[in-house]
């Protein structure tokens, strides 16, 4: 599980350290920087798939997700009586930070304007400045297992000194992709394939065109794809080898007297409802927009194969109020599985999850266009060194 979640420098997350419980829950309002937070995780987890650097150039680069205030008001600008602006020359280095801890080890990356290298097309990618891997809650000098400044990547080895393993890693490579000597490094691999294991959805399409609604293909989907374009397969595989009681119970719980079956024609997997007073079930293709997502959801949350992590970004998207009752049910009951982070603005589902013991509710405010939480604690945190 994991305890800590840090960002730094990214849009209007100017720093946040927060502490997660088994459920959280960010809301606020338009702007407050819900969905900031939201992809900052999403981009932890692509560093440990090497795929940062081009998730990061397909927002903008890092010049559009550096914070683009000031770095520090003063009081005038604090009061309004003067106009924000910024000093003449910044004090502290220009860098987006991301880390997380969990019960074991920590994780924290650190990226920056690039060297600019002659003749390169490449001298907008953002580089790598520093890294570690640490034991423990929070980076100190002496729990570090791992570290990286610059090219040089520094472990920790047996006989309790430290050494270089690679002095030469590229800006773009991360030592999470890089150092994997199962024997001098076994825990930079045991947090690289934890964080390969969390999963995401935000963009389950519901739409006309959308996959989720032709019959297709079907193979054994323990996991659902991140659009659900396999939905008929995961959830036929969901009821082969997975909790059949419990999506049966969803399925009821949010349409009384439905039932969801998988129909196979030529060769073809498709999803299809049996609805209370209809004559025929309806196919996919023939569902509201609203009853596929909840459909596609339970799917997702049910899955033979639940992830230590799952985030969820705004679920509630085209469901219509009666179901966010339900959908709540059934995150309290992944929630025995994974630990789950889900952005939502949806009131009844936020106070539903509220209302949990595990839970935690992270409200989201601006305040001079910088994303601020409300911790009660904080927990510890520090920043590996460049
Ligand atoms: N580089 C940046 N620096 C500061 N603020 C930014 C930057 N980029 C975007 N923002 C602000 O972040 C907010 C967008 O946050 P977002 O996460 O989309 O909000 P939400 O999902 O809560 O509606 C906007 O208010 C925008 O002004
Ligand atoms: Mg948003």
């Known amino acids: 599980m994991l305890l800590t979640f840090a960002v730094s420098g990214y849009r209007s997350l100017r720093h946040l350290v927060l502490p997660l419980s088994q459920v959280n829950v960010v809301t606020g309002a338009n702007g407050s920087g819900k969905s900031s937070l939201y992809r900052a995780i999403r981009m932890l987890a692509d560093v440990a798939q090497g795929r940062a650097i081009g998730s990061l150039a397909r927002e903008g680069g890092l010049p559009s997700t550096l914070w683009a ?11 309004g009586s003067a106009p924000i602006q910024g000093a003449s020359r910044r004090n502290n280095v220009v860098g ?8 074991d080890f920590g994780y924290a990356i650190d990226l920056g304007m690039p060297v600019a290298v002659p003749r390169s097309y490449f001298n907008l990618d953002p580089e790598i400045k520093a890294e570690a891997v640490w ?99 995961a959830l ?40 209370h007073g209809l004559l025929r079930p309806l196919r996919s293709a023939e569902l509201s927009d609203g009853t596929l997502r909840y459909l596609l959801l339970v799917t997702a949350l049910l899955t033979p194969r639940p992830p230590p992590l799952l985030v969820l970004n705004e679920p ?26 889900v952005v939502s603005h949806a009131g009844a589902l936020v106070d539903e999850l509220a209302s949990k013991d595990d839970s935690t509710v992270f409200e989201l405010k601006k305040e001079l266009g910088e994303t601020i939480v409300d911790v009660p604690e904080p927990p510890a945190w520090s920043w590996p060194p460049r």
Do not use: C
């Open 96 to 103: 987006l930070k991301l880390g997380f801890a969990d019960e």
């Open 69 to 79: 205030g000031p770095e520090a008001f003063s009081r005038e600008m604090k009061a």
């Open 236 to 275: 036929q595989t969901l009821r082969e080898i997975g909790d059949e009681p419990a999506l049966d119970a969803a399925i009821e719980d949010a349409f009384p007297g439905s039932r969801v079956e998988v129909a196979i024609q030529d060769g073809l997997f498709d999803v299809t409802m049996h609805q």
């Open 316 to 341: 509630e998207t085209s469901l219509h109020p009666s179901l966010l009752q339900p959908l709540a049910r059934l995150i309290v009951k992944a929630a025995e599985q994974s630990q789950i982070i």
């Open 135 to 233: 034991a423990g809650p929070v980076l100190r000098g002496s729990n570090v297992l791992a570290a990286r400044t610059g090219p040089a990547v520094k472990v920790l080895e047996e006989s309790g000194s430290r050494s270089h393993v690679i002095t030469n890693l590229q800006g773009f490579d991360s030592m999470m992709t890089h150092v994997v000597d199962p024997r001098r490094t076994p825990e930079v691999l045991t947090l690289r394939e934890r964080m390969r294991r969390w999963r995401f959805y935000d963009h389950l399409r519901t739409d006309q065109d959308s996959p989720a609604r032709r019959a297709q293909l079907g193979t054994r989907t323990p996991v659902l794809a991140s659009d659900g374009a396999d939905l008929a397969a």
